[in-house]
Structure formats: C-alpha cells, structure tokens
C-alpha cells in the first residue's frame, strides 16, 4: 500500500496556500451580487404589482420589471456556474495543480519518499476536490459577506421592524452554520482519506493482476477491495447524516424568520398587533418584505451548501501541499569523458549498498560492457547515469562538471522496456517524435522486428496495450531496442538487449548494436561474452551478495 511520508501542514499555512491557489476571482462572486440586487428588484415588482392589482396605478410597468428581473437571475446564476466551473474559474486552477503533481511525479529524487502511482492518484482525485473550492465555495463565501447587508438595508427602507426580525434570526443561523460545519469537518477528512486508500488499492491490485490470478488470491483480494469500499460507504454515509441533520438546522432557521416576519406582516396589516405599532406599514411594503425575506438567507444557504467543497479541498490540500514546484529543468547539454569516482549505489531501506566504490573513465566513443554475476550492480549503474538510482557516495560527471542524469541526451533500453498505450509506430517514436518513415523503417530492420510487423495485422500501426499483451518478451525487447536506435542521442545505455535470444538471433543483434555504438558513447550491461566481445572495454563488477 502505498504512504505519503510527511506531517500534515497547519490550518494557518493550508488556509494561505489554499488561497494563494485559487488567487483573486472575484468575477463569479460579482455575478451573485448582481443577482441579490436583481432579487431586490424583483420583490420590488411582485409589491409594486399587488399594489397596482389591489387599485392604486397601472400593473404593467411592475409586471415587466418582475418579468426582467426574473430573467435577469436565471441569466447571472447560469453564468455564474459557468464562468466558476470552466473560465478563469475551477479549470485554470485544476490544470495548473495537474501540471504541478505530474511535474512532481516525473521529478521526484531516485530516494524520494512519495510514491509515484500514489502521485497520479493525487493528480487525479486531490485536484478534482479542488473544483468546489474555487468554482462553489469560494464565491459563495464572498458574496455571503455582503449580499445579506444588501437585502437587510433594501428591507429596512420599507419596514425596519421586518429587518431587525431578520437581523435578530441572523445569530442563532450563523451559530448553527459554525457547528454543522464543524461537524462535517472530520467526517469529510476521514471520507477523503477512505477514497484515497481504496483507490490506491484498486490501482495497486489492477497493476499486479496476473500475480494475483496466478496465485489464486482473486477471492482475498476482492474482499479486501470489498472491505475498503464498504468503509468508504460507511464514511459517506457519515457524511450524509451530517449534511441533512445540518441543513435540517438550517433550514429550520430560515424558516422561523420568514415566518417572524410574515406573522408580524400580517397582524400589522390587519392591526392585530398586541402592542401599538412601531411604523405604518401599506400592503406593498409588506408584500417586498415579504418577498425578500426569503434572499436574506439565501446567500448564506449557497455558503453552507458549499462548505463541503471546503473540507474536501483542505484535505487535498494536505496531500497536495508538499509536493516540489517544478522548477524549469535547466538543459545541460553534457558531454563525455563520463568519470566515476568511488561511486556508491544505496536504495533506500536497504542494507547493504547494490554498488559501492566504482571508478570509471569512460572516454568519448568508447563502447564498454559491464559484465558480472546477478545482483552486481550493471543496472543500478545505468539507473544512476539516467538520475533514476541514488548517488550515496563519490562522484559521477560528464564533461567535467557533475552529471544528474544523462536523460535527453541518452537513447535507453531498459530490460523491462517500457511501452505505452498506442501503436507500434507510437512506441518507436517515443524517445524521438520527428523520426521520419525511412528512419522508423531502418531502426525496425536493424533491431530484427520485421517478420514480426510483417505477421501482424497493421504492422506498425497495431495497436499495443500498456502491458504489451500479444507480445514475447523478446520482441519488447526489441521494440525497446529500435527505439533506442532510432534516437540520435550521443550516448547509447542498453540493458541485456540479448537476453534470451537463440545464438542466430543474437549473432545478428549484435552486429546491430555493434553498427549503431559507432560514433556514440554506449554502455552494455550484460551477461553475453559475445555481446561483451564488441565493447573497446569489459568493466567487471564485483560479486552480489
Ligand atoms: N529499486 C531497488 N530497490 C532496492 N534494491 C534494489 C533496487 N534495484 C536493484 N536493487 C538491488 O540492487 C542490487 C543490484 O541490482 P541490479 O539490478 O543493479 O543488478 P544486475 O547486476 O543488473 O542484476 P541482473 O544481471 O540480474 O540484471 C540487487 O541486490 C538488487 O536487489
């Protein structure tokens, strides 16, 4: 199971970061502002009407201005969702948190403790929590601060009795706001956490589906899937429980003091009240109150429907907070003699070292194989020249100035080659998109794949899947290999390119790679004498433990 290992950030830095996140989008809260003026001009019509209706004036003029006022919020509430949801809204900053998360994924040190599958799982679930936040909640917030000050002082000016009634409600309302918020708080952080540990899971499970078909573990594994969705049932429905009791509170709330108001409406229209009135109030300055006594709460209702969104972005922000900005990777372009010095090779949690004190020189053109028994270190010492293994001790440089990695400047293949999700054709160009045909065509020919493209229908458009299903492990070498040579790069890493070919086969692939180290730096980790008999030097690694 995969852990993120790193204290949790204060509430104080994840509330800064989270705004500096966000930044400044006052554009869809202006719209909810705009919408609560349009609600007051709305109530002033219904008023206005009945007034005219009960009499007093002409109808239509009121009727157009409730008919406008109308459209008017329908207009700004859908622009509202939208410019929150997609323009300079939501999008720019989810993309912005994806860009970051896979920078950090494809950077992170060989010893870095942040596993990366759990890294695209944050560029997923992590940032997507982030869309509430900004597109709901952030908005919903600001306008929640003065829209009620607009509706309370529009109320005031045709009754002030019906104001301090909502003013009054105002405290027990916020009150229940703050406990239901509080209480949803841990449950949401604990549903997040839930989501986060089945998805890893399932993706972890997905990764490694052979072995567990091939171990019979399909029954274990399934419930233990089963187990971490029930938990994560059981947490949203927590939530659940949680929001309704909430909105139940909130509700009954804004219930009261539109009822309050509507109670003292009506005894003072109809001069019931047991006590003598404080203000003269006409029919239609009862009908706007009314009418708008409903918009005091609304905006707050917005807020406390969207503090979820908050909980949820604060515990991606937890996740998501410590991962490394991307800074632009400076292109250094190296060169050889590539110099080792005492170098040493320490994964983390390991005991022993894979590699400790190798010195090398190896001079611009020269071809050398490492050659030692398995477990000795070739691989780890192709890692560490591509920044994918751990320098622990001495110096490695190019140049003469020190190296980090040689990627961009090296054509790789891997002994577990790895494929993507496409064509052939896609998977050859990886390392080098602007090959043209002829190339592509030479690279297949030279590493051996043309009877297999030739059987296969669509050659080098087949389609491959990411685990290069329908593929022998020899032809993803190869494939692995052609890529590796169609890339120009000046230095050439080949891990074992002839493991487990027949003597034909190899006979042929080495005089390939014989051809294509010509004029480039190339390194071969290997187990074959007769591959090693190419190299302008044999480097012997020392025994594994
Ligand atoms: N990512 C890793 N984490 C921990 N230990 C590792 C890791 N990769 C390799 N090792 C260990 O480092 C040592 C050297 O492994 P390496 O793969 O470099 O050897 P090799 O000479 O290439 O072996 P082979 O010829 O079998 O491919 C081994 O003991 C291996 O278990």
Redesign the pocket.
Known sequence: MTTIAHAPPTPKARSRWLKDVAGRRDGVAGLLLFDTLAAIGFAAGIAGGVTAVAGQGAAWPWAVLMLGMGALRAVLATLALRRGAVRAGAGAVKRAQRLRAVAATLRRKPDGPIDSGLLATQAVDAVEALDGYVARFLPARRAAAIAPMLVLAATACASWVAAAILAATLLPFVAAMILAGGAAADESRRQFVALHRLSARFADRVRSLPVVLAFRAETRETEAIGAAAQELAERTMRILRVAFLSSAALEFFAALSVALVAVYCGFALLGLLPFAAPETLTLGRAFFVLALAPEFYAPMRRLAAAYHDKQAAETAADTLMPLAEPAPVPVVRVAAPLILRDVAIR?P??DAP?VSRVSLWIEAGETVALL?P???????LLHLLLGLAPLSAGIVEAGGVPLTSLAGQASWAG?HPLLIAGSIRDNLTLAHPQADELAVQRAVAAAGLGRMLAARPGGLDATLDTRGSGLSGGERRRIALARALLNPAPFLLLD?PTAHLDAAAEAALIATIARAAKGRTTLI?T?SPALAAIATRVVH?GH??
């Not at 398995?374 to 780890?380: E, N, P, R, V």
């Open positions: 994964y949690g390991s894979a030692g398995s477990g000795s270190g070739k691989t780890s002994q074992e980790a187990h690694l594994s433990a």
